[in-house]
């Protein structure tokens, strides 16, 4: 089974300034890992994966995430936020093709961290 | 627009009663999936279908029931609701059965009175 922890529920942060959000997972296998964005009232919205290679991935809107494979991390950065970044970003890992076949496909997702940005 | 298309949006009902929710998966996707999204839960996992088979369950009550129709399109039935199933109800939908990244519905909210 996996889990996801996202280290924090809500971060405010000044527009323009780099912001970190955290994400920890746990695994018996290996994952591959996501992103989403939850604009009010809407969806949910891929920012960006890891399925593997380079450990530093891109995204859209200029984020980006590290892959810390000892550290069982996936922290996703933007250095220069704005007003229209304010959402819910949630954490997701799914497991790689798996003999049993019982978590083909789900996602598990962390809690979400509230990020606000203030002008 | 995501290309995943759910209805109804929002959907009052009693205590009691069954509703039926649907989704249409974006064009040339074979796999569907459903999750319910809640303050007190999260994003909790129901159920895939892959080309109209069942691929994997989650957290799914013995009360939801859900199938993918010949041309993908799926349902998800809730039936003898309680006040605790309000949520939002999301459809996602993939190519494949792997997931390599999803594509979600704008969902259904469902509130029971």
């Known amino acids: 089974a996996q889990s996801v922890t996202q280290l924090d529920s809500q971060v405010p942060v000044f527009e323009e300034a780099p912001v970190e959000l955290r994400c920890n997972y746990s695994?018996?296998?290996?994952?591959?890992l996501f992103w989403y964005v939850q604009y009010p009232n809407q969806g949910l919205q891929l920012l960006l994966k890891?399925?593997?290679?380079?450990?530093l991935v891109k995204g859209i809107n200029g984020f980006e995430a590290e892959f810390n494979k000892s550290q069982t991390s996936f922290h996703l950065r933007k250095p220069s936020v704005h007003i229209s970044d304010t959402a819910e970003y949630f954490c997701?890992?799914?497991?790689?093709?798996?003999?049993?076949?019982?978590?083909?496909?789900?996602?598990?997702f962390g809690q979400g961290t509230i990020l606000t940005v203030h002008p | 627009d995501s290309g995943v298309t759910q209805t109804p949006k929002h959907l009052i009902t009693a205590t009691g009663q069954r509703v039926t929710l649907r989704c249409s998966p974006r064009?040339?996707?074979?796999?569907v999936y459903w999750y319910q999204q809640s303050l007190d839960q999260g994003l909790q996992f129901l159920i895939q279908y892959y080309n109209g088979e069942e691929r994997a369950k989650g957290n799914i009550l013995e009360r939801f029931s859900a199938q993918q129709f010949p041309d993908l399109h799926s349902e998800l039935n809730l039936s003898s609701l309680e006040l605790g199933d309000s949520a939002l109800y999301f459809c996602?939908?993939?190519?494949?059965?792997?997931?390599?990244?999803?594509?979600f519905g704008s969902g259904t909210r469902l509130t029971v009175v």
């Open positions: 064009s040339g996707d074979l796999s």
């Open positions: 695994s018996s296998v290996s994952v591959y």
């Open positions: 890891y399925l593997s290679g380079s450990t």
């Open positions: 996602a939908s993939s190519v494949g059965a792997v997931n390599y990244g999803y594509t």
């Open positions: 997701a890992v799914t497991p790689l093709l798996n003999a049993g076949g019982t978590s083909y496909g789900k996602l598990t």
